[in-house]
């Protein structure tokens, strides 16, 4: 079983950044791709960000790309997003994920391929 921890949510104002984490524990964090999603209220949880296991290939949804960036640490088992040029419309729950995919490059962009969740963390920016 892996544990996931994210933190570093908060108000921000429209144009600013903030930077999120996410601790896993349980199993070796290395075998596993990480990603992010989010659900604002009323809405499906979408696609933010996904990195694959060995750490080669980094995706992004398009409404977020240019301005997010995701990235981790396999030493310190973390795994953070940084979030520049904030918008109202990033408004929502941020959670963190993990999948066994077996290999060091996929990334699935699909939540029902994560096995593993964090609690979430709220953002929300105000215009």
């Known amino acids: 079983q892996v544990q996931l921890v994210e933190s570093g949510g908060g108000l921000v104002q429209a144009g600013g950044s903030l930077r999120l984490s996410c601790v896993a524990s349980?199993?070796?964090?290395?075998?596993?791709?990480m990603a992010w999603f989010r659900q604002a209220p009323g809405k499906e949880r979408e696609f933010v960000a996904a990195?694959?296991?060995?750490?080669?290939?980094?995706y992004y949804a398009d409404s977020v790309n240019g301005r997010f960036t995701m990235s981790r640490d396999n030493v310190k088992n973390t795994a953070s997003l940084q979030m520049n040029n904030l918008k109202p419309e990033d408004t929502a729950v941020y959670y963190c994920?993990?999948?066994?995919?077996?290999?060091?490059?996929?990334?699935?962009?699909?939540?029902?391929?994560?096995?593993?969740w964090g609690q979430g963390t709220q953002v929300t920016v105000s215009s």
């Open positions: 994920a993990a999948a066994d995919v077996g290999d060091g490059y996929r990334a699935p962009r699909l939540h029902w391929e994560y096995a593993y």
């Open positions: 349980g199993r070796p964090f290395s075998n596993y791709a």
């Open positions: 990195r694959s296991a060995g750490g080669w290939n980094t």
